[in-house]
């Protein structure tokens, strides 16, 4: 923050040197123009296109403007970066699939390899049985206890 306070001041001091007067959104201007400019000779054209003499003061002011004006790196600005990390998550999360909780898993806590390999045959078992209907067991207990009363 501290360099562009210094930039803003050395704009202006220019500024009243070459046109004789300053004001706040003109520095702005300036420095936002050197910023879109590719070279320093695009800074000189937009200031005389604009009406200020076409001197050496002007060229002088323009070259070391574009200098001093801190200018993005070429590369990815930051809407990009996060689109391209959405993407790799969406493609990451695609990857992933639901586990079916077993009853059998809970039990086996530390599990051997024996285990596992099973487990990862189980959820092809299950995908077959989903599309059957099932039905409740009968309790044979509560018909027994009306025959006993």
Same mark, same amino acid.
């Given at each position: ?28 201007y ?16 937009k ?35 996060? *689109?391209?990390?959405? #993407?790799?998550?969406? +493609? $990451? ?8 909780? &077993? /009853? !059998?898993? %809970?039990d ?15 959820? *092809?078992?299950?995908? #077959?049985?989903?599309? +059957? $209907? ?8 509560? &018909? /027994? !206890?009306? %025959?006993?009363?």
């Amino acid at each position: 923050m501290g360099s562009d306070g210094n930039l803003k001041t050395w704009v202006s001091d220019q500024l009243m040197s070459i046109m004789g007067f300053s004001q706040p959104t003109v520095v702005q201007y300036m420095i936002g123009l050197s910023k879109k400019a590719n070279s320093p000779a695009d800074v000189v054209g937009k200031l005389v296109e604009y009406g200020l003499p076409s001197s050496s003061d002007t060229h002088t002011f323009a070259e070391e403007l574009f200098s001093r004006v801190p200018r993005q790196a070429s590369g990815v600005n930051l809407y990009q970066k996060q *689109e391209r990390e959405a #993407a790799m998550l969406a +493609r $990451k999360q695609m990857t992933y699939e639901i586990l079916d909780a &077993d /009853d !059998e898993e %809970d039990d086996d806590v530390g599990g051997n390899v024996e285990n596992r390999s099973s487990i990862a045959a189980a959820p *092809e078992t299950r995908k #077959a049985d989903t599309n +059957r $209907k099932r039905f409740r067991k009968k309790n044979e207990s509560h &018909d /027994d !206890e009306d %025959d006993e009363a």
